[in-house]
């Protein structure tokens, strides 16, 4: 790799996934700066990026640890030397559980919890670890997780009971605010379920219990979540990318998209028809939110040009009177509609400055088992 930095961009072969560092810096200095006037800390979920490199540059600007959503993140982020991971899923089956035990013996790991049976798992094996496991709880927003209230307050006390456990507190994760545009519709709805969150924390205090994490949030909802009494860590992740569905919704201006895929136009079949070399294995077509209008790309810095669909391999493109003159061989940046999953098919990042490449970074979390 080290023969490429110092390349122009568009002399990288491609597909390629390329960051844009000034952008990507000014994104994490942006929100770490807004962290720094409320009382929440943020813990940026690596599930977004998967690479050590930028997680460390998020924790130097001020984060306070990192979410992960695998077991086999969190792993390779605690080989980085990151320590507080707070894991924001449940681990099931025994071998990961082991895994979980093992990991926790070199790191801050708090697992995600929701149901009797795992944690009674999850204290068996740290029993035999002669160790005590932080867990917190997950509180049901429409995916995994233990009802609010009184559910929740059951099962923390199951969890008092279990010497291999310990309490570090609760979380949710309200997944439909993903696809709402209109930042008052957002707003409410992430709103009704910290109402049930932090109802669900004054209830277990009261019962005599210490809540210490109460987590939840994402980009689309960080100062919404950041500024709610009684949250201390906001789980924002896509902010240090953004990607097209991002930025078509109302509140996200203060970040710009720093994550691109440089494509080759391979093919001119007719004349209105453009072939490129990135499909359905180079580029997430769908915005993970639900946006109709949102499922395809978009080509960046050319004007009268449709994306029409992909296959495996190709991108098909329509042109409208475009801006420019396209010819085999041409390469072409692409904005992804979905970043998280998109950098998922990748195994480096290229970054870019001042149009060439300054640096090479394995993207060591993708591919990881849960």
């Excluded at 960051?19 to 690596?46: C, Q, W």
């Excluded at 019962?207 to 860590?233: D, F, K, R």
């Excluded at 990318?241 to 391979?266: N, Q, S």
């Excluded at 098909?316 to 999953?341: A, F, M, N, W």
């Amino acid at each position: 790799m080290k023969q490429i930095i110092g390349l122009d961009k568009y002399d990288l072969d491609t597909p390629s996934l390329l960051i844009d560092l000034d952008t990507m810096e000014r994104n994490i200095s942006r929100m770490t700066n807004y962290f720094n006037g409320v009382k929440a800390d943020l813990s940026p979920h690596m599930k977004h990026h998967k690479c050590p490199t930028i997680a460390h540059k998020q924790l130097d600007a001020g984060a306070k640890g990192v979410t992960c959503q695998k077991l086999g993140e969190a792993e390779v982020m605690a080989e980085a030397g990151i320590k507080d991971i707070l894991l924001s899923n449940e681990v099931a089956n025994e071998s990961k559980i082991r895994r979980a035990v093992a990991l926790a013996s070199h790191s801050n790991l708090v697992v995600g919890v929701d149901n009797l049976m795992n944690i009674k798992a999850l204290s068996r094996h740290s029993l035999d670890k002669k160790m005590k496991l932080g867990v917190a709880m997950e509180i049901y927003m429409g995916r995994c997780g233990v009802e609010a209230g009184k559910p929740a307050l059951s099962l923390a006390k199951e969890i008092q009971k279990c010497k291999g456990l310990e309490l570090k507190g609760i979380w949710c994760h309200n997944g439909r605010v993903g696809g709402m545009k209109n930042l008052v519709e957002r707003r409410k709805s992430q709103i009704e379920s910290l109402e049930q969150l932090i109802g669900t924390r004054d209830l277990l205090e009261d019962s005599g219990l210490n809540v210490g994490i109460v987590s939840a949030g994402c980009t689309a909802t960080y100062n919404i979540v950041g500024e709610y009494p009684g949250v201390t860590e906001v789980q924002a992740g896509s902010y240090v990318f953004m990607d097209r569905a991002y930025k078509a919704m109302e509140g996200m201006e203060m970040f710009d998209c720093a994550l691109t895929v440089l494509a080759t136009v391979i093919s001119r079949p007719t004349h209105d028809k453009v072939i490129i070399d990135v499909g359905l294995k180079s580029i997430a077509p769908e915005s993970g939110c639900g946006y109709r209008n949102l499922i395809l790309p978009e080509v960046i810095g050319l004007k009268g040009v449709e994306f029409l669909g992909l296959s495996e391999e190709h991108g098909v493109l329509r042109l409208y009177q475009p801006s420019r003159d396209i010819k085999v061989g041409d390469k072409l940046e692409l904005l992804p509609c979905h970043s998280c999953t998109t950098v998922d098919r990748y195994d480096y990042y290229y970054g870019i400055r001042d149009g060439r490449v300054e640096v090479v970074w394995p993207i060591s979390a993708r591919g990881k088992s849960q």
